[in-house]
């Protein structure tokens, strides 16, 4: 059984894992910027009758641009957040806490529309 739980501290979130959801397929277009794909979960609402009337999508597209595509490509499930903020930053010449702003914000947007999720090391209280 899989629990959820919310990071204790900021240094847990930089310790987390990003990884690609299983599901999620992803396909360059041009020369910067990549399309996820990712299958949506069919409701009961979203069958006949309503599938009649509307064209109901069957998959959520999402369209990155280069940074974005970048930050996709970080999150191959070896990296840690901390290590991927340090590259980033070491690539686009900025401090620490600006990388940080803008991977942060970045993964946020990826977590919410379902293509990353974080796996974070368990605790010590979890571990012993």
């Known amino acids: 059984m899989v629990r959820e739980t919310a990071p204790r501290a900021f240094s847990d979130l930089l310790g987390a894992t990003p990884v690609h959801n299983h599901a999620a397929r992803s396909e360059r277009r041009g020369e910067n910027d990549v399309v996820v794909r990712v299958p949506l979960r069919r409701r009961w609402f979203m069958g006949p009758p309503l599938s009649w009337?509307?064209?109901?999508?069957?998959?959520?597209?999402?369209?990155?641009?280069?940074?974005?595509?970048?930050?996709?490509?970080?999150?191959?499930?070896?990296?840690?957040?901390?290590?991927?903020?340090?590259?980033?930053?070491?690539?686009?010449?900025l401090s620490f806490h600006e990388s940080r702003v803008s991977v942060c914000s970045y993964l946020q947007q990826l977590i919410k529309r379902g293509l990353v999720v974080l796996v974070g090391q368990p605790s010590q209280e979890e571990a012993g």
């Open 53 to 93: 009337v509307l064209p109901l999508s069957r998959e959520r597209v999402v369209s990155l641009d280069r940074l974005g595509a970048e930050v996709w490509e970080y999150c191959d499930g070896q990296r840690t957040t901390r290590q991927i903020i340090d590259d980033f930053a070491g690539r686009h010449q």
